[in-house]
């Protein structure tokens, strides 16, 4: 989320107040077409066209977002990483979703004067303010309650099991496209679960979450560090445990304990 001038990352702010930040941010991004999770406007979905097994939808986008775009780039829409299939104008695209993304995502949900997170793909070289992300939706969250505070806006989002397994408190996640910091996660019997971001009216100003509503589904993008040290420990156990490693979770469990915690790092005295 054009971009002007900041001391600070834009999404910093999904931390509540005087939680600790993880180190990381100012990473450069030196590879492929990938997105840096910061929000760079709102687009309206000014067309739509179902065809079978294919929707074709124009954007149209703030101003200045399309300068310089063009046929074949890449745009992540709430987080689905898109191609430019025609130019419309000065400030419109339009682009072509296929079956299996308008199934695993909430593209299929959009409709003629929908509002859209929007990003185009950063150029080598450039600084990563949230996280990198490869626009690949992993599954759909829900949200299951909107809270309040003074000059804050929070969002407790569902996310269905095996995924929750990858969201740790003061992790990063994608939600619509938007690199968050995960203030609260708990896992519930199962492996599904909840996690908590904090948003500040700045957030709110320049996404479309001051749009959402309790219910409604948002798109999840799983950061992938963690989810291979979380996968690359549970491989490791099963091949040394075996059969044993159902006990083992049990057994941690029965101590406020879950198993996919033992792979990541704890933080210093003083971080936390």
């Given at each position: 989320m054009?971009?002007?001038?900041?001391?600070?990352?834009?999404?910093?702010?999904?931390?509540?107040?005087?939680?600790?930040?993880?180190?990381?941010?100012?990473?450069?991004?030196?590879?492929?077409?990938?997105?840096?999770?910061?929000?760079?406007?709102?687009?309206?979905?000014?067309?739509?066209?179902?065809?079978?097994?294919?929707?074709?939808?124009?954007?149209?986008?703030?101003?200045?977002?399309?300068?310089?775009?063009?046929?074949?780039?890449?745009?992540?829409?709430?987080?689905?990483?898109?191609?430019?299939?025609?130019?419309?104008?000065?400030?419109?695209?339009?682009?072509?979703?296929?079956?299996?993304?308008?199934?695993?995502?909430?593209?299929?949900?959009?409709?003629?004067?929908?509002?859209?997170?929007?990003?185009?793909?950063?150029?080598?070289?450039?600084?990563?303010?949230?996280?990198?992300?490869?626009?690949?939706?992993?599954t759909m969250a829900t949200i299951s309650s909107i809270r309040r505070p003074e000059n804050n806006h929070v969002l407790r989002i569902a996310l269905p099991a095996p995924w929750m397994r990858y969201v740790f408190a003061k992790g990063y996640i994608a939600v619509d496209g938007a690199s968050l910091t995960v203030a609260e996660a708990k896992r519930e019997p199962g492996g599904a679960g909840w996690f908590e971001v904090w948003l500040i009216p700045e957030t709110l100003r320049m996404t479309t979450f001051g749009d959402k509503a309790e219910g409604d589904t948002l798109n999840i993008e799983i950061e992938r560090a963690t989810q291979v040290v979380v996968d690359t420990v549970r491989d490791a156990l099963d091949e040394r445990l075996g059969a044993l490693l159902p006990a083992l979770e049990a057994l941690l469990r029965e101590r406020g304990i879950e198993l996919d915690e033992l792979a990541m790092p704890k933080l210093p005295p003083s971080a936390r």
């Amino acid at each position: 989320m054009g971009r002007r001038r900041r001391a600070r990352p834009r999404f910093l702010e999904s931390l509540p107040p005087n939680a600790p930040q993880r180190p990381g941010r100012g990473l450069r991004l030196s590879f492929g077409a990938m997105f840096t999770g910061i929000v760079q406007g709102i687009a309206r979905v000014e067309r739509l066209v179902d065809r079978t097994g294919l929707r074709s939808l124009v954007l149209r986008f703030p101003p200045g977002f399309a300068v310089g775009l063009e046929i074949g780039a890449s745009v992540s829409v709430d987080g689905v990483c898109l191609t430019v299939t025609t130019l419309e104008g000065a400030d419109a695209a339009g682009f072509d979703v296929m079956q299996q993304s308008l199934a695993l995502t909430t593209l299929a949900r959009l409709h003629e004067g929908s509002r859209v997170n929007v990003e185009r793909a950063a150029k080598e070289g450039a600084e990563v303010g949230g996280h990198p992300l490869s626009g690949h939706v992993d599954t759909m969250a829900t949200i299951s309650s909107i809270r309040r505070p003074e000059n804050n806006h929070v969002l407790r989002i569902a996310l269905p099991a095996p995924w929750m397994r990858y969201v740790f408190a003061k992790g990063y996640i994608a939600v619509d496209g938007a690199s968050l910091t995960v203030a609260e996660a708990k896992r519930e019997p199962g492996g599904a679960g909840w996690f908590e971001v904090w948003l500040i009216p700045e957030t709110l100003r320049m996404t479309t979450f001051g749009d959402k509503a309790e219910g409604d589904t948002l798109n999840i993008e799983i950061e992938r560090a963690t989810q291979v040290v979380v996968d690359t420990v549970r491989d490791a156990l099963d091949e040394r445990l075996g059969a044993l490693l159902p006990a083992l979770e049990a057994l941690l469990r029965e101590r406020g304990i879950e198993l996919d915690e033992l792979a990541m790092p704890k933080l210093p005295p003083s971080a936390r």
